[in-house]
């Protein structure tokens, strides 16, 4: 059975938040000649986050497939396969910023980023070490999901503020 994992909500919804406050002023703000370039773009650029933030996993009982958009695959992320038998380990290295990420490493040589900000998370665990036979109690989300909630809090509060500000 084929298993779909999509990108967790709180990502997408900080990233485009984020994108919304910073951006939502820029054609109120410029001049008369350059409004509606500037509305083409955010346009623009509102399509392209939500289509990078759309990559998704999938795993079946032979294999684990990463998915990419062609927006994603042109600004460099690859699709990528493996099958379950072909994974040796997973092994994790240090961020900079004191969490770990994680690799699926393949008995070629081959390191693959083990997705870690992806809906039903404990399940895609479960199918993982199911599959491949390897521990997996020490991963987790590469970064506690309050700062995502808390970045979507605060870029709305942003959009709500500007709101005012452009009304009043």
């Given at each position: 059975m084929i298993e779909k994992f999509k990108t967790l909500f709180f990502v997408k919804s900080s990233l485009i938040t984020l994108?919304?406050?910073l951006t939502i002023p820029l054609p109120f703000i410029s001049i008369e000649?350059?409004?509606?370039?500037?509305?083409i773009i955010f346009v623009l650029g509102l399509y392209l986050i939500i289509n990078i933030t759309s990559d998704y996993v999938e795993t079946c009982s032979n294999k684990i497939s990463y998915k990419s958009s062609f927006i994603s695959q042109f600004l460099g992320k690859k699709n990528w396969e493996i099958s379950w038998k072909d994974i040796k380990l997973i092994k994790s290295l240090p961020t900079s910023q004191g969490s770990k990420v994680y690799?699926?490493?393949t008995f070629n040589g081959d390191n693959f980023l083990v997705p870690q900000r992806v809906e039903k998370f404990e399940k895609f665990l479960l199918i993982v070490s199911t599959n491949s036979g390897i521990d997996i109690k020490e991963i987790s989300y590469i970064s506690p999901l309050w700062t995502y909630k808390l970045l979507t809090l605060l870029s709305v509060l942003m959009i709500i503020t500007e709101l005012f500000a452009f009304l009043n």
């Open positions: 994108y919304l406050a000649k350059l409004k509606i370039p500037s509305i690799y699926f490493n």
